[in-house]
């Protein structure tokens, strides 16, 4: 039920493979001294008190002790850091794991590349050892040991619970485009269940689960790994953490990726509608391939038609839902539309989308269903993991809400459905759920500058739904040291789907140090 802001690598991508973690690299690594912020370098009162050097010498000087994971070819560690980095003398840590498939060859050794996968609730191990620990270029894989970490809050680091697991199956089929007072009443009722639940579960990590922390804790990683720069590939949401990273740390950037990048000056609200505006943008692309296809469910005719006949259809499903074999699951409104969603993360799975809307058209939701649950990565058990709760948990704290109450929704309504007539009342709806957040929010929307970092490259696809391409020239835009390389293509992220000219720019980037010239298209 909760699109807001969900930005992590395609599914399909991060299902496909899997990598590892790097090793301990040559040389001494910068030590403790806190980096300042871009706000404490403009004189601008910083967000966050800074962290106390000598209490952070311990967290910086940590060796890390590498163990077998059960995955072969895989090493796992576990770092400790700073509960608090205000109060980093507390003695209150929190575990951070880790883990690393050291560099193949041959060639020689660069040090460790770190990649994340976006989200934020992704699980940076998870994405290591089923995709790039093994999926990523072999030339890089040779040179580079490869490493992620499970950010503060998610999956193996001390994560952040809220719904058990039926109650999280409520939660996803409630309407997210109410039709009355009764509907927002029930609406609203389900967010604040769901932020009490963070609450009642997660109290010790919520109010530490912001990006800052996170860029906090991979400069530990970054020493513990032995490396006195940071190499480092970030997807969707990584690129707002590695950009976060290289502004409090610009002396600490070694060969930064930021692909399928994030706007940091953007507000909550207009950071939503411009994501409602990409996924129309992805939905376009898919209804003209559909119009073309013999088995499309949503007949002929232009965009605009197609689109029109899918939310007719969703309109029928808000009135009475169809069945998917699971009585207490029928395909109603929402989750359909978060199938829809998943979908078009990729345009890979488009063939699957055209299926399952023809399936549920006649009145059979189970295929349809299975795009949704693959989007909350719902388990067979009825279970799911904490991506969803360490999303909001990270999202409520980085921003201040995008809306006060529900009449300010009411009145946002229009402009998200211009930006997006099938999708623009439910992401508007959707962008409500951190007002009742128990925790209030510790960042703010800002530009970020990383002055002095070394060269940076940002990476943005032309009709990525996810993360829309205007971000990516923003950020470009706004690092000192920024390079836009563009690819003119179709789903989220560009790195290692498929385009030659893409890959070879970055490659070169992270083996030779060479960016590309800024502008590049592919």
């Known amino acids: 039920m909760d699109t807001s802001r969900l930005l992590r690598t395609t599914g399909t991508v991060i299902a496909a493979a899997g990598l590892l973690l790097v090793g301990c690299t040559s040389g001494g690594s910068a030590g403790p001294r806190a980096a300042a912020s871009s706000d404490e370098r403009s004189g601008q009162p910083p967000a966050q008190p800074s962290p106390d050097a000598a209490a952070l010498r311990p967290y910086y000087e940590q060796k890390l002790s590498w163990r077998d994971c059960g995955v072969p070819g895989f090493q796992c560690s576990t770092m400790k850091a700073p509960l608090d980095y205000a109060n980093a003398g507390s003695g209150q840590d929190v575990d951070i794991a880790v883990s690393r498939r050291q560099a193949t060859g041959p060639g020689k050794r660069l040090g ?20 790039a620990g093994i999926g990523y270029p072999a030339p890089v894989r040779a040179r580079y040991d490869m490493v992620s970490f499970d950010p503060r809050g998610v999956d193996r680091s001390s994560p952040v619970e809220c719904l058990t697991g039926p109650a999280m199956d409520k939660y996803t089929q409630v309407d997210q485009t109410p039709d009355d007072a009764a509907e927002r009443a029930l609406l609203v009722a389900a967010f604040k269940e769901f932020a009490a639940g963070c609450q009642a579960r997660s109290q010790r990590i919520l109010p530490h689960m912001s990006t800052v922390d996170a860029a906090r804790d991979m400069d530990l990683l970054r020493a513990a790994l032995g490396d006195e720069k940071l190499t480092y590939v970030g997807a969707s949401y ?266 070879t720019s970055i490659n070169e980037y992270l083996l030779e140090g060479k960016a590309p010239a800024t502008g590049k298209k592919c």
Not at 116 to 128: D, V
Not at 326 to 334: C, I, V
Not at 364 to 381: I, K, T, V
Not at 399 to 407: I, K, V
């Open 112 to 131: 460790s590349l770190v990649v994340n996968p976006g989200g934020p609730g992704g699980s940076g191990i998870g994405y290591l050892q089923a995709y």
């Open 238 to 503: 990584g690129t707002f953490l590695g950009a976060t990273y290289a502004d409090l740390f610009p002396g600490r950037v070694g060969r930064l990726v930021l692909d399928g990048a994030m706007d940091p000056a953007r507000p909550a609200v207009d950071l939503n509608r411009d994501q409602t505006a990409g996924f129309e943008t992805a939905f376009t692309a898919f209804a003209k391939d559909c119009a073309k296809q013999a088995d499309c469910p949503l007949g002929t005719g232009g965009p605009d038609a197609v689109a029109a006949r899918l939310k007719e259809f969703f309109r029928k499903l808000d009135a009475q839902p169809v069945p998917t074999g699971e009585p207490a699951r029928p395909l109603g409104e929402a989750l359909a539309t978060m199938g829809v969603i998943e979908a078009l993360y990729d345009e890979g799975a488009w063939p699957q989308l055209r299926e399952a809307l023809a399936t549920a058209m006649d009145g059979d939701g189970a295929s349809l269903l299975s795009l949704a649950d693959s989007y909350y990565q719902r388990e067979p058990d009825g279970e799911y993991p904490n991506l969803m709760f360490a999303n909001a948990a990270v999202n409520c704290l980085d921003q201040a809400p995008a809306f006060a109450g529900p009449e300010a929704v009411a009145s946002a309504v229009p402009s998200f459905e211009k930006a997006s007539p099938v999708f623009g009342e439910g992401f508007a709806w959707a962008s409500l759920n951190c007002t009742y957040w128990p925790v209030k929010a510790t960042g703010t929307s800002k530009p970020l500058t990383a002055k002095g970092a070394a060269p940076i490259l940002v990476v943005g696809t032309t009709r990525d739904p996810a993360t829309p391409y205007k971000w990516a020239q923003a950020l470009a835009g706004q690092l000192e040291s920024g390079t836009l390389l563009t690819y003119d293509g179709d789903g989220h992220t560009a790195y290692g789907r498929g385009s030659d000219c893409i890959d």
